[in-house]
């Protein structure tokens, strides 16, 4: 096993992932973890994650020095590179910033970067860096701005990258993580095949004979999610809750496909008042995730009041949440930053009547896809881009009305149609359409027209933890961007976003 310490990166558990991708089983645990907690797991290597902090703060997150003695390969990551060089006497400053892709030199003879060219596309986000190495440490890699972006103490199979492995963009990252396991000398035999089993086993044993209600958006998790408690249990109660802030024709699509399906138990909930009085003038991104989960939840406790007299008591709420909701909301470690609260996890009222069945929540999306191939559901289901639980809430930048929903609603259908019309949309992994608080001048009929900007964003990714805008080809935007001038009343201008994540989300709020 490999042991993954959490100092609060954005990307621990994607390590982890990553690793088990290779074969080879991996655990998240606590950076507290000592010397003898890990020995008693018998790891076979130890990975430190990245983190927010700084190492040379007072209270920063540290290491057991114990665990150096265990005479595993040790990989730092980021924070965990520059934490490798402070506690073992080098020395972290503050230095010019990184973020996003840049080129790796390897300068130096690693097994860590064997299987790499000396020129390597990597991904970097940090904020600090490595200025001196502890004794018996060399230089094996720098960037034009980080002289020291990998190290190496071969002797004791220590070593240090400053940028991220595990992440999609750094190109050859998958070489770096599986150089580590031969280090390590971990057999590749992990697979995920049997997890469902494993799953409804595990829903079975939480819900016995008690029933499910179960928030549906139409999306890939909640499906997975609720196709697998459904198969636990027959006692599911699916319930798709139209907060009005919705993608054109969303309602009548998830309603079909769910008697596709053969879910029995699916009910039609229209709370767009509710929601639309409740966002009145609010315009703070965090209080609109706030409203939306604690409304959501109403919504939902209201509906098991309305369905215990037909069918019986219903204690447990069913979730589609996965692994990067709870790390972005800063639920998965104690080290993690906040960095958005999705509605399905900070926004959940503190007491709530419900017991949470979340199946997937220690998944990320692509094994989230591959689950739902596992249990056969369909590939044009599996395959749509994701939607944010919030909705049109989240691509409204700023305050809520009912003339910038319908502006959305038709800008974004006019997108997605271009992007599947031209055979792109499924090579991207999520595209919208978002409208900025903003006003611009245009000319229409030869007349002077004041109107909103949209702006397009689509960008290419694995899971959603790291992503990079896509390169739709310049017909294909012009055509969407026609459209909506000439059709979507109101808007004036049409903007493409080329910006990667991070340092931007890949949705605006």
């Avoid at 310490?5 to 982890?16: E, M, N, R």
């Avoid at 996003?100 to 390597?120: D, F, P, Y």
């Avoid at 103490?153 to 599986?178: A, N, S």
């Avoid at 636990?232 to 008697?259: M, Q, S, W």
Wanted: glycine content about 10%; overall charge positive.
């Amino acid at each position: 096993m490999i042991a993954v310490l959490d100092y609060g990166s954005q990307y621990c558990h994607l390590v982890a992932r990553r690793i088990r991708a290779l074969g080879v089983y991996a655990e998240i645990f606590q950076n507290t973890a000592t010397a003898a907690d890990l020995r008693k797991r018998k790891v076979e290597g130890i990975i430190l994650s990245g983190g927010p902090r700084s190492v040379y703060e007072n209270d920063a997150p540290t290491i057991d020095k114990g665990i150096f003695s265990l005479g595993v390969p040790v990989l730092g990551v980021c924070y965990g590179h520059q934490l490798l060089a402070h506690v073992l006497g080098g020395k972290v400053v503050p230095s010019s910033k990184e973020y996003g892709k840049e080129i790796l030199t390897v300068t130096g003879k690693s097994k860590l970067l064997q299987s790499i060219g000396k020129k390597e596309q990597v991904w970097m986000s940090h904020g600090d860096s490595v200025v001196s190495l502890p004794q018996g440490f060399t230089v094996s890699g720098r960037t034009s701005e980080c002289k020291i972006a990998a190290y190496v103490d071969e002797k004791r199979r220590i070593y240090g990258v400053q940028f991220h492995p595990e992440v999609q963009h750094t190109t050859h990252g998958m070489k770096i993580l599986e150089d580590f396991l031969r280090i390590c000398g971990s057999k590749r035999n992990y697979t995920i095949k049997g997890l469902d089993k494993k799953l409804v086993a595990e829903i079975r044993a939480k819900v016995g004979s008690g029933a499910v209600i179960m928030g549906v958006s139409g999306g890939v998790d909640s499906l997975v999610a609720s196709t697998l408690i459904k198969v636990a249990t027959p006692n599911i109660y699916c319930v798709f809750v139209d907060h009005g802030i919705i993608r054109k024709g969303e309602a009548a699509y998830v309603k079909e496909l769910y008697e596709k399906l053969g879910f029995g138990h699916y009910f039609y909930a229209d709370a767009s008042q509710i929601f639309y009085t409740r966002l009145k003038g609010i315009t703070d991104p965090e209080e609109k995730r706030r409203i939306i989960g604690k409304t959501f939840i109403e919504v939902f406790e209201a509906k098991v009041k309305e369905l215990k007299a037909k069918h019986g008591e219903i204690k447990f709420l069913g979730q589609g949440t996965i692994y990067p909701d709870r790390i972005e909301s800063a639920k998965a470690s104690k080290a993690a930053a906040v960095i958005k609260t999705h509605h399905n996890v900070g926004g959940l009222p503190a007491k709530m009547k419900l017991k949470l069945v979340e199946p997937l929540k220690d998944l990320y999306k692509d094994e989230v896809r591959e689950l739902g191939t596992m249990i056969g559901l369909p590939k044009e289901a599996l395959m749509r881009h994701p939607f944010p639980g919030p909705g049109l809430a989240v691509r409204i930048v700023g305050e809520i009305t009912a003339e910038r929903i319908g502006i959305v609603q038709e800008a974004d259908f006019i997108f997605t149609d271009e992007l599947k019309k031209s055979g792109q949309y499924d090579k991207i992994w999520q595209a919208f359409a978002a409208l900025l608080p903003v006003k611009a001048v245009g000319v229409m009929g030869d007349s002077r027209s004041y109107g909103y900007i949209i702006t397009l964003r689509a960008v290419t990714s694995v899971d959603g933890m790291t992503a990079d805008w896509a390169k739709i080809p310049n017909e294909v935007l012009e055509r969407a961007a026609s459209r909506i001038v000439k059709n979507v009343r109101g808007v004036t201008r049409v903007l493409y976003d080329i910006t990667q994540k991070p340092p931007a989300t890949i949705e605006y709020e």
